[in-house]
């Protein structure tokens, strides 16, 4: 088959078309959205009632994207083998190389994706939309108050921690519309696992054992700044900030937030590095004592 047929079979993908998968079946039912390296629809999976994201690789997508594409799939897998229980669960993929020869099948060819558990943006609300309504403080949006936004705070510092630790790589693409927010259930979930840092082994060099520390507190700075804006509704710059800079563009929201709070926020978003958390450890410890 040419690359001709597989973009012909590509456009060709609507609902009630099935692919097939290495353990599961999956038929289409609609379109969701798409980027430059694939699409992606909602399917059934199974014929069942379970539902899945299925990510459609591009047939004419670069070679660096593809490896990027595929990245997330490991990545999930490992995250999977480490029990991390913020990311969608992988659930299936195919690659094109172990069937290559195989011909049409429901009028297309066999095409490259990744499927995960569906993430249902009607339940898990990107914090970026939420925060559209208003900061966490009481009576604003649908925020039921601090306590919520603390939750949410230890969910993601215990991704991150498990993300450290366990699997010893860095959320390099962490944007706050990644992370999705069930708040009938209070439950995390984190999308968009197609850029990490390396993994960096546990003997690793002084030199790149540094280079993983860099980016772990890069991975702070940036959660710190959306923790921020989730408990004021304002931006604040991952390099760090003064307390009177924090409190001064925090507005009115900053009395309605607990001392607790705001001295984990201004720990976190200190200008002077070595001031901040040491690790996420140390982050979610602050936080869960806030909780308590």
Not at 14 to 36: D, M, N, Q, S
Request: some cysteine.
């Amino acid at each position: 088959m040419s690359q001709m047929d597989l973009i012909s079979s590509f456009n060709q993908i609507l609902p009630e078309v099935t692919l097939r998968g290495e353990a599961h079946t999956f038929t289409i039912e609609k379109y969701l959205g798409e980027g430059h390296t694939s699409k992606v629809f909602l399917a059934c999976m199974d014929q069942s009632e379970q539902k899945a994201a299925l990510k459609v690789l591009r047939p004419d997508a670069a070679d660096y994207t593809k490896d990027n594409f595929w990245n997330e799939a490991f990545v999930l897998g490992q995250m999977q083998n480490a029990s991390i229980a913020y990311v969608p669960k992988l659930l299936d993929q195919f690659k094109l190389s172990r069937l290559e020869k195989e011909g049409k099948e429901n009028g297309i060819y066999p095409l490259e994706f990744i499927a995960t558990e569906y993430v249902d943006s009607k339940i898990y609300h990107p914090l970026d939309s939420l925060l559209q309504e208003g900061p966490l403080s009481k009576g604003s949006g649908k925020w039921e108050g601090e306590e919520e936004a603390l939750e949410l705070a230890r969910q993601a510092l215990e991704l991150l921690e498990q993300l450290h630790i366990q699997v010893r790589r860095t959320y390099t693409d962490m944007q706050i519309k990644n992370f999705c927010w069930d708040q009938e259930h209070r439950q995390l979930k984190v999308i968009d696992w197609n850029h990490v840092s390396q993994q960096y082994p546990v003997d690793a060099e002084a030199d790149e054992q540094q280079e993983f520390e860099t980016l772990k507190q890069r991975d702070l700075a940036r959660l710190a700044a959306y923790l921020y804006k989730t408990f004021t509704g304002k931006g604040a710059s991952e390099q760090g900030e003064s307390s009177k800079e924090l409190e001064s563009r925090a507005e009115m929201q900053w009395p309605q937030i607990s001392a607790a709070s705001r001295r984990i926020l201004q720990q976190a978003l200190h200008p002077t590095p070595k001031r901040r958390y040491p690790d996420v450890t140390a982050f979610l410890k602050a936080v869960q004592d806030a909780q308590r």
